[in-house]
Nanobody, 123 residues
Framework: QVQLVESGGGLVQVGDSLRLSCVAS????????MGWFRQGPGKDREFVAT????????QYADSVKDRFTIARDNAKNTVYLQMNSLNPEDTAVYYC????????????????WGQGTQVTVSS
C-alpha cells in the first residue's frame, strides 16, 4: 500500500504561484508513475499532470501546459506540482495519485490517492 499526503494548497490571488507537495509513505514510489488531478466546484475530476517513475517523461493537460510543472524526488518519496500564473479556473481540490510503472492521464488507472489539498484563486 502507498499512502499519499498532499500539502501546499491555499488562498492566492490571480497571477500568484503555489507549489504543492505529495509525500508518499508505506513503500517507495521509485517504481510508480505519479499524477496530479483536480476537481473544481461542480466539476468532474480532471487530469492535470503526470510524471514517469524515472522522472524523464511528463505530460500535462492543455489548460495548465506552460504554467504548471510536475517534478519528483524519489529519494524523498515526494512529488511536486509547481503552479504559476494561477487564475480562478485553477480553483479546485488537487489530488496526488500513484500507479505502478507507466504514466496515464486517466484517473481510473491510478491505484492510490491522497485526500487532496484545496487551492483557491481569488480575482
Amino acid at each position: 500500500q502507498v499512502q499519499l499526503v498532499e500539502s501546499g494548497g491555499g488562498l492566492v490571488q490571480v497571477g500568484d504561484s503555489l507549489r504543492l507537495s505529495c509525500v508518499a509513505s508505506g513503500r517507495s514510489i521509485n517504481n510508480y508513475a505519479m499524477g496530479w488531478f483536480r476537481q473544481g466546484p461542480g466539476k468532474d475530476r480532471e487530469f492535470v499532470a503526470t510524471i514517469s517513475w524515472r522522472g524523464d517523461s511528463t505530460q500535462y493537460a492543455d489548460s495548465v501546459k506552460d504554467r504548471f510543472t510536475i517534478a519528483r524526488d524519489n529519494a524523498k518519496n515526494t512529488v511536486y506540482l509547481q503552479m504559476n500564473s494561477l487564475n480562478p479556473e485553477d480553483t479546485a481540490v488537487y489530488y496526488c495519485a500513484a500507479r505502478p510503472w507507466g504514466t496515464s492521464t486517466f484517473s481510473h488507472d491510478y491505484n492510490f490517492w491522497g485526500q487532496g489539498t484545496q487551492v483557491t484563486v481569488s480575482s
